[in-house]
């Protein structure tokens, strides 16, 4: 059972514009999600993070916005630019799972256009 | 700083071989620390985590071992590859505090022939 789910594998977005990235959850009992970039052959970098307690987060041209009734959150970024052409994982942890594991979604390639 | 150095970089061994692939941490004490697989196209799987000197679960059974020899040393083990095991295997670390993100290395690409 897939807890975190990235519904789209791919998304291609035109230089410039704004890129949205979609992540749904089914546990209520997530309270801290996680962004972060991956480059092939390179680690995950962590992007930015939100806490069940806000509805929106801000760093720079990430934005990150948790809809908690819908179980959804998602990542904007504005204006778009070649270097964040990347696979974007999203992740969830619980207050209740005493070691924070972390749970992930399996991932959305972000490709932008020239 | 901290920072985490993760090696070989790439790797390729024969069905049937041992694998030892060795994760440090610089820069902070007594942290958690982790071995993802990400299998072609897919997702982060986690396959072992520990909390300390000796302490590792294992949240899929398989072909693999972790140990945790020093605080800040965790190593991914297997005494005969598979096939299956080919992948791309990431060592990460963090506090063990809520809403603390994982920090990753460059991970190891293994290729079993």
């Known amino acids: 059972d897939q807890q975190v789910k990235q519904n789209s594998p791919s998304l291609s977005v035109q230089e410039g514009r704004i890129s949205i990235l979609n992540c749904d959850y089914t546990n209520s009992m997530f309270d801290y999600f996680l962004w972060y970039k991956k480059y092939p052959a390179e680690g995950p970098t962590f992007l930015i993070s939100?806490?069940?307690i806000k509805d929106k987060n801000e760093d720079g041209r990430f934005t990150v916005f948790l809809n908690k009734s819908a179980k959804h959150l998602s990542l904007h970024i504005v204006p778009s630019q070649p270097g964040d052409s990347a696979v974007y994982f999203c992740a969830a942890s619980a207050v209740e799972d005493s070691n924070y594991q972390l749970i992930w979604g399996a991932g959305t390639k972000l490709i932008i256009k020239p | 700083s901290q920072t985490i150095h993760q090696w070989p970089a790439t790797l390729v061994q024969p069905v049937g071989s041992p694998l030892s692939l060795e994760c440090t941490v610089e820069?902070?004490?007594?942290?958690?620390l982790y071995w993802y697989r990400q299998a072609a196209g897919r997702g982060l799987q986690l396959l072992f985590y520990s909390v300390g000197i000796g302490q590792i679960s294992s949240e899929v059974p398989q072909n693999l071992s972790a140990s945790r020899p020093q605080d800040r040393q965790f190593i991914l083990s297997s005494k005969k590859l598979l096939l299956s095991d080919s992948g791309f295997y990431l060592c990460?670390?963090?506090?063990?505090?809520?809403?603390?993100?994982?920090?990753f290395g460059n991970g190891t690409r293994l290729t079993v022939t």
């Open positions: 939100i806490s069940s």
């Open positions: 990460a670390w963090s506090v063990l505090v809520v809403a603390s993100p994982l920090h």
């Open positions: 820069g902070t004490s007594n942290p958690n």
